[in-house]
Structures are given as structure tokens and as C-alpha cells.
């Protein structure tokens, strides 16, 4: 991946109908986020929400979003509820890891995540909490995140791990 291709921001309000449509994309109708969700999530925490643009179209290529949270554990609300969004919140639970079809397997799900640690650990949160399905767990486990086991996360009527990641402060 040249990563000069890419511009790494937070999202900016106009460009939530898109999160939504590149949800839809990379997601099964069972596992993504509804609009409504993605809309109040845009909302309420749109630094926790980085975009991987791409330089030649203007599109979004990618983006990594989340919360944060005091709470230590993932619970699915979490998916629902930006309301459970707290600001200072030492911890981050992973929503959503979204590259589009024409952008995978060139390292920018890898990038955007690397810099989302990055900046977790600048604005001194301490840990970093996602679920994934078992076709994933090895993936994340490059990325430096620790398999949990068995989440207790029964979103989309799957079995989920939990993954989580210590920030070193």
C-alpha cells in the first residue's frame, strides 16, 4: 500500500450517508450497523470515527470506528447506543472495521489501525476492546490484540471473540 494515497482523518458530518452505504458493503445485512446507529455514532464521537481517504477520487476507501468507555468488557449496546459514548473514557470498544472490496489486501485495514492505536495512546486511553468472528482472530492477532475467548456479544446471532489490545503509557 502507498500510504501516500491515502488521507487519515476524522470524519466529517456531510460524509455520514456514506459511512453508512461502505457499512452496508462490508458488512452482511445481520452483522452491520443500521443507519440510525451509524448516524448518532457520526454524531456523538466522530473523533473516535478515523477515514482513510483517497487521494485521487475524494472517496472514502476505509474507516475504523468506535467509542469510549470506562466499562471493560463488550457488550452489544455498545453497537446501538451512542449515548454510551463517555468522552474520557480510558477504554475504546471497536464498532466497526469498514475497507471497501477495491481496497483490500494491500494493508490499509493494518494502517488504519495502526494509527487508531496511535492516537488512542496520545489522548491516554489504556486499552482498545473489539469482537470479531473466528475467520479474523488471527488477523487481529497481528495487529497486536489478545484473544479474549468467546465474547459475550451475540450480535447479529453470531459467536464473536473478544480481542483486546493494552496501550503501553
Known amino acids: 500500500m ?7 482523518r476524522v470524519i466529517r458530518q456531510e460524509e455520514a450517508e456514506q459511512a453508512v452505504g461502505i457499512e452496508a458493503i462490508c458488512f452482511p445485512p445481520h452483522e452491520a450497523c443500521s443507519r440510525e446507529s451509524m448516524l448518532a455514532r457520526i454524531a456523538k464521537a466522530p473523533e473516535l470515527f478515523l477515514v482513510a481517504e483517497d487521494r485521487q477520487t475524494g ?21 446501538t447506543d451512542a449515548d454510551l459514548h463517555e468522552p474520557n473514557g480510558s477504554n475504546i470498544m471497536i464498532l ?5 472490496p477495491e481496497y483490500r489486501c ?23 476492546v ?12 497481528k495487529m497486536g490484540f489478545h ?21 503501553d503509557l
Not at 109 to 126: D, N, P, S, T, V
Open 59 to 79: 472517496k472514502i476507501a476505509g474507516f475504523l470506528n468506535g467509542i469510549a468507555t470506562n466499562e471493560q468488557v463488550f457488550r452489544d449496546e455498545f453497537f
Open 96 to 100: 466497526g472495521l469498514d475497507v471497501l
Open 2 to 8: 502507498e500510504k501516500s494515497q491515502f488521507l487519515f
Open 130 to 141: 473489539l469482537t470479531c468472528l473466528d475467520d479474523k482472530v488471527k488477523m487481529y492477532q
Open 106 to 128: 494491500q494493508g490499509l485495514a493494518r494502517e488504519l489501525m495502526r494509527r487508531y492505536l496511535c492516537i488512542g495512546k496520545e489522548k491516554g486511553r489504556k486499552t482498545v
Open 147 to 167: 484473544d479474549r475467548g468467546l465474547a459475550n456479544s451475540t450480535w447479529g446471532g453470531e459467536q464473536w471473540h473478544e480481542m483486546r489490545h493494552t496501550l
